[in-house]
Nanobody, 119 residues
C-alpha cells in the first residue's frame, strides 16, 4: 500500500509562485512514474506534469515553461514548482503514483491540495 500526502497549496496572486510537495509513505525509487494532476468543478481531472523513475518529464502544454516537476528519492517526495501563476491555474492539485505490479499497474492518489490564483 502507498499513501501520498500533498502540501503547499494556497492563495497566490497572478504572477506569483508556489511549490507543491507530495510525500510518499514509502520509497519512491522503484515507482514507475509520479505526477501531478488538477481538477476544477465540473471538469475532468487533467494531467499537469509527470516524471518517470528515470527522470524523464512530461508537461501539459498549458504549463510548459512555467511549472517544473522534480523528485527526491532520498526524501520520498515529488515536487511541483509553479511560477508565473495564472487565474486559470486555480484547481485542486492531486499527486499520482503509478506502481507496476505483476498483472499491470496500480494508480495511487493523494487527497488533493487547493491552489487559488486570484488578486
Amino acid at each position: 500500500q502507498l499513501q501520498l500526502v500533498e502540501s503547499g497549496g494556497g492563495l497566490v496572486q497572478p504572477g506569483g509562485s508556489l511549490r507543491l510537495s507530495c510525500a510518499a509513505s514509502r520509497s519512491i525509487s522503484s515507482i514507475s512514474a509520479m505526477g501531478w494532476y488538477r481538477q476544477t468543478p465540473g471538469k475532468q481531472r487533467e494531467l499537469v506534469a509527470t516524471i518517470t523513475r528515470g527522470g524523464k518529464t512530461n508537461y501539459a502544454d498549458s504549463v510548459k515553461g512555467r511549472f517544473t516537476i522534480s523528485r527526491d528519492n532520498a526524501k520520498n517526495t515529488v515536487y511541483l514548482q509553479m511560477n508565473s501563476l495564472k487565474p486559470e491555474d486555480t484547481a485542486v492539485y492531486y499527486c499520482n503514483a503509478v506502481v507496476s505490479v505483476i498483472i499491470g499497474s496500480i494508480d495511487y492518489w493523494g487527497q488533493g491540495t487547493q491552489v487559488t490564483v486570484s488578486s
